[in-house]
């Protein structure tokens, strides 16, 4: 076994035992709130979010105390099966394997992709990287949280159907009209755009999720995550901007996803494209008048990929919802 793997399965060890040893505390505190009075409202980055109930995987009841880790973990859990599958679809042109779908709630499927025809090596090499990345995120998340991680849900991430998901956001975004198609599997081109819709989604999520962490070994963990998704999304921004120098439409395209996914949320400014307000110059890193980057509360990030503004609306690249008890849009 090598020194890297043992590593990872040292802190997946702690990550459990620390789960083993919160359990009670975890219950203690969910009952302090509800004794006083059904708290619903939790503080993230500043912004109040309610932390709705019900659905797939959850309580059929609305949820009355701050989210515990465990279930901002499966959340994130929720969101890396989507990122992973999309991935190796484009990558390999088939999905997640079995053994890495089971769990708590009801087992989905996938809506499938396909192997991108790569014709650019560098764009190829990202992919695969990035592919693997959000596969050892699934592993990881799925190790940590043992017997409650959360199952895979149905996911769809197909590239030729006009429907699809992909084809909707792309719709929403101005880049196909009604009725055509939007397929991230046709061309090196595509692929980053599809990738473009998810790595940012990903960035503010684990940002707004860790002011709402606990234990410090799950904040350290989704940190290292936080980390690696920025790297993806700072080299899908770069790529796409220099490939944008040449082609001007796919810089124009990216701004459109972002004005999109901006829309969807309900918070509003929290999204950049990749260009400048100076003409030539790039925004390869989306930051706050600060300097920090966005964080999103979870169901804001749920607003995006259910591809809907309207509250308590599930669909999209989840067509069902997301497993767990965070699983409703805002």
Do not use: W
Request: charged share 15%.
């Amino acid at each position: 076994m090598s020194e890297q793997s043992e590593k990872s399965q040292r802190n997946s060890a702690e990550l459990i035992d620390t789960f083993d040893r919160r359990v009670e505390r975890r219950k203690q505190r969910r009952q302090f709130f509800r004794n006083a009075g059904g708290l619903s409202l939790g503080l993230v980055g500043g912004t109040l979010i309610s932390a709705c109930g019900g659905g797939s995987g959850g309580s059929s009841m609305a949820q009355t105390a701050a989210p515990t880790d465990e279930e901002i973990l499966n959340f994130a859990l929720n969101l890396e099966y989507l990122e992973a599958q999309f991935y190796t679809y484009a990558t390999t042109g088939s999905g997640l394997p079995a053994s890495m779908l089971s769990g708590v709630g009801t087992q989905g499927t996938v809506m499938a992709g396909a192997q991108v025809p790569f014709q650019d090596p560098a764009v190829q090499a990202y992919a695969n990287e990035i592919a693997n990345d959000e596969r050892e995120h699934v592993a990881f998340l799925r190790s940590a949280l043992g017997s409650a991680a959360v199952a895979m849900p149905s996911i769809d991430v197909s590239g030729t159907n006009p429907n699809g998901a992909f084809s909707v956001a792309a719709r929403a975004a101005g880049l196909v009209a009604a009725g055509v198609a939007f397929d991230p599997y046709a061309s090196d081109n595509n692929f980053l755009l599809g990738a473009f819709i998810f790595e940012d989604v990903g960035v503010t999520a684990y940002k707004g999720a860790a002011p709402l962490l606990a234990s410090k070994t799950f904040l350290t963990a989704a940190a290292g995550i936080l980390a690696a998704e920025a790297y993806h999304a700072g080299i899908v921004r770069t790529t796409l901007y220099a490939k944008g120098l040449d082609t001007a439409s796919l810089i124009t395209a990216a701004n459109a996803i972002s004005a999109a996914r901006d829309s969807l949320d309900q918070v509003g400014n929290d999204d950049q494209g990749i260009s400048g307000a100076t003409a030539g110059t790039s925004n390869i890193v989306p930051l706050d008048s600060n300097g920090l980057a966005f964080g999103r509360s979870y169901s804001d990030v749920l607003n995006i990929v259910y591809l809907t503004s309207t509250a308590a609306v599930k669909g999209g690249f989840f067509p069902n919802g997301v497993n767990g008890v965070l699983n409703m849009s805002a």
